[in-house]
């Protein structure tokens, strides 16, 4: 009777002990929406997936994940610690509705590009993705990026992520950014802590910068007039980066700010605090 007794005693310790160890995720900032994102904090260690494919656990247990345009309803986040145990959740990601944009006055060789055009363009490609690649690799974290960001530049909305575009009558790829329209020259701002991975003349984006913030997100800045930065500088929040210009496929002074959570486009605007 007594070794019954310890054999359940032992059982239910046993379990009690694997109960306890299920790791525990604590939102942080998300918003879940298509073009979101969801910030949290997990036990330091620990190994995470959306959807089944691995995620970056930050040195502290930071975690970020980002919802495409077309992200669907639901997405699960599956957290396990070191012990074996894990913690699922399910996050609802709401749908948004995306306009048209009809935009005018581009110059129409960004439009129609020329065969030596279209090769720039497949270069300048290549260079950006070999940049984003490099800061999903490194995946470094920084205390900044779990704030959030802060405007790059003051001005009025000119264009919004995820609206079909239309460029001089011609229908192109959804946008992948926010617009804000300011005078050439006026001071873009990094919006938080990070390295410059990229700062190159475009044919598209112009004079074209990216940062990168940690665990996979990267930001990035085009159509500028003149970029104060190179690569492999850090950056922090609020250091001058460039100034507004249109250069490249613009009709006008202004930035396009975008971001990226590997390598999915997600809505930069979402992410800006007070």
């Known amino acids: 009777m007594r070794k019954m007794v310890l054999s359940v005693f032992g059982g239910l310790l046993m379990v009690?002990?694997?109960?306890?160890?299920?790791?525990?995720?604590?939102?942080?900032r998300s918003k879940l929406v298509q073009g979101g994102f969801y910030v949290a904090k997990v036990p330091a260690g620990s190994e995470a997936t959306l959807d089944g494919a691995p995620v970056w656990v930050g040195p502290k247990g930071e975690l970020v994940l980002g919802f495409d345009r077309n992200q669907k309803p639901r997405a699960e986040l599956k957290v396990c610690a070191d012990s074996g145990a894990c913690a699922t959740k399910t996050l609802t990601i709401a749908a948004r509705t995306f306009k048209t944009q009809n935009v005018k006055g581009i110059p129409p060789k960004t439009v129609d590009p020329s065969p030596e055009e279209t090769k720039r363009t497949e270069e300048d490609a290549k260079a950006t993705k070999a940049a984003r690649a490099k800061a999903v690799e490194a995946a470094s974290w920084r205390v900044g990026f779990m704030e959030g960001f802060k405007l790059p530049v003051e001005g009025p909305t000119s264009g919004?992520?995820?609206?079909?575009?239309?460029?001089?009558?011609?229908?192109?790829?959804?946008?992948?950014?926010?617009?804000?329209?300011?005078?050439?020259?006026?001071?873009?701002?990094?919006?938080?802590?990070?390295?410059?991975?990229?700062?190159?003349?475009?044919?598209?984006?112009?004079?074209?910068?990216?940062?990168d913030h940690g665990g996979a997100v990267t930001t990035v800045y085009a159509h500028l007039d003149s970029m104060d930065v190179k690569v492999g500088d850090k950056v922090t929040a609020g250091q001058l980066i460039g100034k507004v210009g249109t250069t490249g496929r613009s009709s006008g002074p202004h930035l396009h700010w975008g971001a990226y959570w590997q390598n999915v486009a997600i809505d930069p605007i979402l992410w800006v605090t007070q």
């Open 16 to 28: 009690s002990q694997l109960w306890a160890a299920v790791p525990e995720i604590t939102v942080v």
């Open 160 to 211: 919004v992520y995820g609206s079909r575009r239309t460029y001089n009558g011609q229908e192109r790829s959804w946008h992948k950014g926010h617009d804000l329209a300011a005078k050439t020259g006026t001071p873009v701002y990094a919006p938080a802590d990070g390295i410059v991975r990229l700062a190159r003349d475009t044919f598209m984006s112009g004079n074209l910068i990216m940062l």
